[in-house]
């Protein structure tokens, strides 16, 4: 991917992908490093100097890809974060980052992030549907909008993703997004830390803003993989029982860390409604 245009805003997201301190990043642009620190301190504010704008396109050209894919993930973070129009430009050009024209949502092979009360709002004016249930005269709590939409059957579910074009991820295509091309046992690598997820031993015990966890995100750049919110998948159990049953994916703020494995399976009735489920959607090929 590349920047049309600098500023300190998008420097300090450099920075943060590759991993350097403000002293050794400022030598590798080069630059002193009080100067960095003014550009990262004024943000979006200040424009950089053309020859400073072309030693950064060299540096983020040269960073490497798992590098380049931390860049473009804290992009997307914080434009969802900021709604940040120009933001959303510089991902819209990421050759892996899409803007879904039903929904607005940022996608990858997957949405970047769960269904929000903010999206399934959107769902709800547009078609009628009935709200969740703890919405107040069909709003949903102004503190929540960033968090995921829960209280959702696999049906409302299936709904919205019709309404956007889209459809629920098979519990195959939901697993492999979450565990990238190399089979990961966590979107984040092999390693079982719980710090990376909203789970039961964070003792939050509640949803949280589904650009929380940045440092959670798997290969492909998608967030809350694991914890926060089981999600809804198409997949029906197998054999098929009556009500019909659904595979679920990722865990949540109410389950212990070990059950946020995305390769464990859990299924549910497909009327079910829980306070900590919720789904995100694919688009077809």
Known sequence: MGVNRWTGSEVALLRQALRK????????????????????????????????????DTLLARAGHPAQER????????????????????????????????????????????????????????????????????????????HPV???????????????GKQLPTARQWEKAARGPNGRHYPWGDEPTAAKCNVAEAGIGTTTPVTRYQ?????????????NCWEWCSTEEHPPANPRRYELKGSAFTSPFERALPSLQNTANAGMRDNDTTFRCVSPP
């Open 150 to 164: 829960v209280w959702v059957s696999w049906h409302d579910a299936t709904a919205y993703a019709h309404w956007a």
């Open 215 to 227: 440092s959670g995100i798997s290969p492909y750049g998608a967030f809350d993989l694991c914890g």
């Open 21 to 56: 301190t403000t002293r050794d990043f400022a030598a590798l642009v080069p630059v002193s490093q009080r100067q960095l620190t003014t550009w990262e301190h004024r943000g979006p504010t200040i424009t950089l100097r053309p020859g400073n704008q072309e030693a950064l």
């Open 71 to 146: 860049f473009a993930a804290l992009l997307t973070e914080r434009a969802a974060a900021d709604h940040d129009e120009r933001t959303e430009q510089l991902l819209r050009r990421h050759p892996r980052t899409v803007t879904h024209p039903a929904d607005g949502k940022l996608m990858v092979p997957v949405d970047v992030h769960p269904t929000t009360n903010r999206d399934y709002t959107r769902f709800v004016r547009a078609t009628g549907h009935p709200p969740p249930p703890h919405w107040t005269a069909g709003h949903y709590p102004a503190a929540l909008a960033d």
